[in-house]
């Protein structure tokens, strides 16, 4: 079974060019989603590249079916990497960078 997500909360922020989105992925009897994989799932519906979206907040509480999130949807990938804390962008980095660096210094 595939998990869905569901927008409970958005909002608009003019000022600093983005939305602010809380959701829910609701993922019965699959494994919880990666934070890859939910912004995959925001990217997809919101129509955006996967850059522009940053994820704040994943939380899954024991025996819920669901994980609920704090994502911002941003207007270009320029105002992301601008706005967002560097703790922040480093975790959105995607995983194969990450390996070919851990590959490169083992040898």
Do not use: C, W
């Amino acid at each position: 079974m595939s998990s869905q997500l569901e927008i409970t909360q958005e909002s608009e922020n003019v000022l600093l060019g983005r939305k602010q989105i809380r959701f829910k992925i609701f993922h019965r009897g699959t494994a919880t989603p990666s934070r890859e994989d939910a912004r995959k799932k925001l990217a997809a519906q919101f129509n955006v590249e996967l850059e522009r979206v940053i994820i704040t907040k994943l939380i899954s509480k024991y025996g819920h079916e669901y994980t609920e999130g704090i994502a911002r949807v941003y207007e270009t990938t320029e105002k992301a990497t601008q706005l967002e804390r560097k703790y922040i962008l480093k975790r959105h980095e995607v995983k194969a960078k990450k390996e070919a660096k851990t590959e490169g210094s083992g040898e």
